[in-house]
């Protein structure tokens, strides 16, 4: 049958769908099963709960839900605002000192939740109004912390990489290493750019007089920092899969947060209710995207946009290309996992049928998806920031368009040389 019916059938029920408002689980899920129907491959729907169950039957999806109640955790028991104290004691002396800590305590955050949106939401809530109390505009303060909290799902732990890994079986211990350049690259590409445009505008120094000590915060400070140091060498040196060390965070984060005195029993449970409305959504998506993927499989999809793409003539690189600009678009419109969920198995067999390294082609794809979440009309991080600091969503999106271009620019320096992000994953022996 051709192509085009079933593709056409499933865009019109989703178009429609999404402007009644529906949510995107439940449309993609009806799409699918209405598809069943309108190709006549009904029949094969008898099989489709085994098959979710299988889909779902990962041993790295465990890694999924406790790294989320870790980072809930941590963010309640007093983390973020250890790593901006000892960020702020380092780095608030110098010349717009406070935007260097806001990408430093993204960083540190980043090993702690591994979410942009987390990030956004805590670092908008309080680095925000310390750095317009000490003369930042709200304009920059609230661009930096938008373009810095993108840096949360490329440095491992990531949610978005176990979500990847589990989907597409791919090595998650080898996406863990192979994100920590490109993370650090762009932590410091940031840095760089806030230290222009520090200079540029006069932003203000620090007064030492004003700023925390440096000893008491690294003190405070040594066991939220611990904990990426303990997930990440446990993981890449072979001590602990991801799932063990996830655990092991959880554990952690609740003596940790004990430790501070910031988290009590109703925070405890707070976070594991939070964690499990969270995952009851997720899993209902999986389910709606494991039989999106069933007909596609039936249909051979993959194999058909492999032809097409030979037909075009385009090489590794140019399919790379594509592939950034189909999920950078999604990342404007639609949840991160959602996304991946919905187009990677579509696209990702093309690719590696094409010789490019599934470890480089991960990344390169978490990195573009998650910078659509800074990227209009709706990303989710302009849309967490604009309310959490009160700032017109519009002109949110004016003043990280320059953050916003240097991401993409760095993405294309990551999609065309491999080397950056296989340096840690092949010097680890993981590939």
């Not at 554990?251 to 594991?272: F, Q, R, T």
Request: aromatic share 8%.
């Amino acid at each position: 049958m051709d192509i085009l019916l079933p593709v056409s059938f499933i865009l019109l029920c989703t178009a429609v769908a999404l402007a009644a408002g529906s949510a995107i689980a439940y449309l993609i899920g009806a799409s699918a099963i209405l598809t069943f129907w309108a190709v006549d491959k009904a029949q094969f729907m008898a099989v489709l709960p085994q098959r979710l169950f299988s889909q779902l039957d990962s041993f790295a999806f465990l890694a999924m839900p406790l790294f989320i109640l870790a980072g809930d955790l941590m963010n309640r028991g007093g983390v973020a605002s250890a790593l901006i104290d000892l960020s702020m004691s380092v780095f608030g002396r110098l010349k717009g000192g406070l935007g260097h800590v806001n990408v430093v305590t993204s960083v540190f955050f980043a090993g702690v939740s591994g979410s942009a949106t987390a990030d956004a939401a805590a670092l908008g809530n309080s680095l925000v109004p310390e750095m317009e109390r000490r003369g930042y505009t709200r304009d920059y303060a609230s661009a930096i912390t938008g373009a810095s909290s993108i840096i949360g799902p490329i440095i491992p732990p990531s949610s978005i990489m176990i979500f990847y890994g589990a989907l597409m079986e791919t090595n998650v211990t080898a996406l863990f290493a192979a994100g920590i350049l490109p993370g650090l690259l762009l932590a410091a590409m940031l840095m760089a750019m806030n230290a222009y445009y520090a200079h540029r505008d006069d932003h203000p120094g620090g007064d030492s007089m004003d700023l925390p000590p440096f000893l008491p915060s690294l003190i405070r400070a040594i066991p939220a920092m611990l904990l990426p140091v303990i997930i990440l060498g446990g993981t890449l040196f072979g001590f602990m899969t991801p799932a063990e060390a996830a655990g092991v965070a959880v554990l952690a984060a609740l003596l940790i947060g004990i430790g501070y005195g910031k988290l009590n029993l109703k925070g405890v449970l707070d976070s594991l209710m939070r964690t499990g409305v969270m995952l009851g959504g997720l899993f209902i998506l999986l389910c709606a995207i494991s039989t999106f993927s069933y007909i596609a499989a039936l249909l051979q999809w993959p194999q058909a946009i492999q032809s097409v793409v030979e037909g075009w003539g385009l090489g590794p690189l140019g399919y790379l290309m594509l592939i950034n600009v189909i999920f950078l678009g999604a990342g404007m419109a639609m949840d991160v996992k959602a996304a991946v969920a919905l187009f990677a198995p579509i696209f990702v067999p093309a690719a590696l049928a094409m010789g490019i390294d599934p470890i480089h082609l991960a990344i390169v794809i978490c990195f573009n998806i998650t910078a659509g979440l800074l990227s209009p009309p709706l990303g989710a991080v302009l849309l967490i920031l604009s309310t959490v600091v009160k700032l017109d969503y519009w002109r949110l999106i004016r003043v990280t368009m320059p953050f916003l271009i240097a991401e993409l620019l760095l993405l294309v320096v990551l999609t065309y040389v491999p080397a950056i992000t296989l340096a840690v994953p092949t010097a680890l022996g993981l590939r």
